[in-house]
């Protein structure tokens, strides 16, 4: 399995903007599917992002559509997740998690196989 360590989390007022990173280590980076997942205090963990092994492909949580952008470069073993507009209900441990399965791009956490370790953000009002 890939591991995963992601960074970048951290305290932002509402309005500000963050950019993660999660950087691959231990296999073809390029082979997987990159997602990024979050956990809000209290509340199961959902689907935010993902993006396809070449990352020609995107696809977003209705969520932070519009305000989130996920992208990878493959030559720096890296998938970003670049936040703009934060809102406070944005505060959770963000995850990022690959995936082997087949097709361009995957939404559920039990198509994931490796996970980070989590960062937290926080969005004060």
């Known amino acids: 399995q890939v591991q995963l360590v992601e960074s970048g989390g951290g305290l932002v007022q509402a309005g500000g903007s963050l950019r993660l990173s999660c950087v691959a280590s231990?296999?073809?980076?390029?082979?997987?599917?990159m997602g990024w997942f979050r956990q809000p205090p209290g509340k199961e963990r959902e689907f935010v992002s993902a993006i396809s092994r070449t990352g020609g492909t995107t696809y977003d949580s209705d969520s932070v559509k519009g305000r989130f952008t996920i992208s990878r470069d493959n030559a720096k073993n890296t998938v970003y997740l670049q936040m703009n507009s934060l809102k406070p209900e944005d505060t959770a441990v963000y995850y990022c998690a690959a995936s082997q399965y087949s097709g361009t791009v995957r939404s559920r956490q039990e198509d994931f196989s490796s996970w980070g370790q989590g960062t937290q953000v926080t969005v004060s009002s």
């Open positions: 231990g296999r073809t980076f390029s082979n997987y599917i």
